[in-house]
């Protein structure tokens, strides 16, 4: 189990989502969340996973660890066409993302970096997931009462334009809410001594 091999470390969560924090409630762990602001720019020339390999790889560069402490850091983007659709800045931008995201398949891609005062470790996880059409209604239904600012991409799958506007996924769901929590489970074990 992995809350015993954890019983002489300290886990900290650098994340201020509520959904990776609730996951990792879900998951059993105990953890501290220690919070750094950090700009999080990259080199404009990085594709896909290759941006979150590097922000959650950035993320985590702030911390000074003590020998028994453990810090998970990671970033999330959705990719389409080329080109990251981030968190929107307001209502204007999140229409935007959220018409071109109508009726396409994106990847959504999330990084986490694993670091001790010994070692780093980054891995990533891509979950393709394809939207129906939607129409000007439901992406205003959904902007005015979700408010979905803080989110990649201006959507949260678990919300309501994700039991409507959906179609299908192919791969982790935990990793397009947020963190991909099998994987992580996995590889979090693997990394402790």
Same mark, same amino acid.
């Given at each position: 189990?992995?809350?015993?091999?954890?019983?002489?470390?300290?886990?900290?969560?650098?994340?201020?989502?509520?959904?990776?924090?609730?996951?990792?409630?879900?998951?059993?762990?105990?953890?501290?969340?220690?919070?750094?602001?950090?700009?999080?720019?990259?080199?404009?020339?990085?594709?896909?996973?290759?941006?979150?390999?590097?922000?959650?790889?950035? $993320? =985590?560069? +702030?911390?000074?660890? #003590?020998?028994?402490?453990? @810090? &998970?850091?990671?970033?999330? /983007?959705?990719?389409?066409?080329?080109?990251?659709?981030?968190?929107?800045?307001?209502?204007?931008?999140?229409?935007?993302?959220?018409?071109?995201?109508?009726?396409?398949?994106?990847?959504?891609?999330?990084?986490?970096?694993?670091?001790?005062?010994?070692?780093?470790?980054?891995?990533?996880?891509?979950?393709?997931?394809?939207?129906?059409?939607?129409?000007?209604?439901?992406?205003?239904?959904?902007?005015?009462?979700?408010?979905?600012?803080? $989110? =990649?991409? +201006?959507?949260?799958? #678990?919300?309501?334009?994700? @039991? &409507?506007?959906?179609?299908? /996924?192919?791969?982790?769901?935990?990793?397009?809410?947020?963190?991909?929590?099998?994987?992580?489970?996995?590889?979090?074990?693997?990394?402790?001594?």
């Amino acid at each position: 189990m992995l809350s015993e091999k954890l019983k002489n470390y300290k886990l900290i969560l650098a994340s201020g989502s509520p959904r990776r924090q609730q996951f990792f409630k879900d998951l059993n762990l105990d953890f501290e969340i220690r919070l750094k602001e950090v700009e999080e720019t990259y080199p404009e020339h990085l594709k896909a996973s290759e941006v979150t390999d590097f922000l959650a790889r950035l $993320k =985590a560069s +702030a911390f000074h660890l #003590q020998k028994n402490e453990i @810090l &998970v850091t990671s970033d999330t /983007i959705v990719w389409l066409d080329e080109k990251v659709l981030g968190k929107p800045k307001n209502y204007e931008e999140a229409f935007v993302i959220l018409q071109k995201l109508s009726g396409n398949t994106h990847q959504v891609i999330t990084s986490v970096c694993l670091k001790s005062s010994k070692k780093t470790k980054v891995f990533n996880t891509t979950t393709k997931v394809t939207f129906s059409e939607l129409t000007h209604e439901m992406i205003q239904f959904y902007l005015k009462n979700y408010k979905p600012f803080d $989110k =990649a991409g +201006a959507y949260g799958i #678990q919300e309501w334009i994700g @039991l &409507v506007g959906i179609e299908k /996924i192919e791969g982790s769901y935990t990793n397009v809410v947020g963190l991909p929590t099998q994987e992580f489970y996995k590889e979090l074990l693997c990394f402790i001594p």
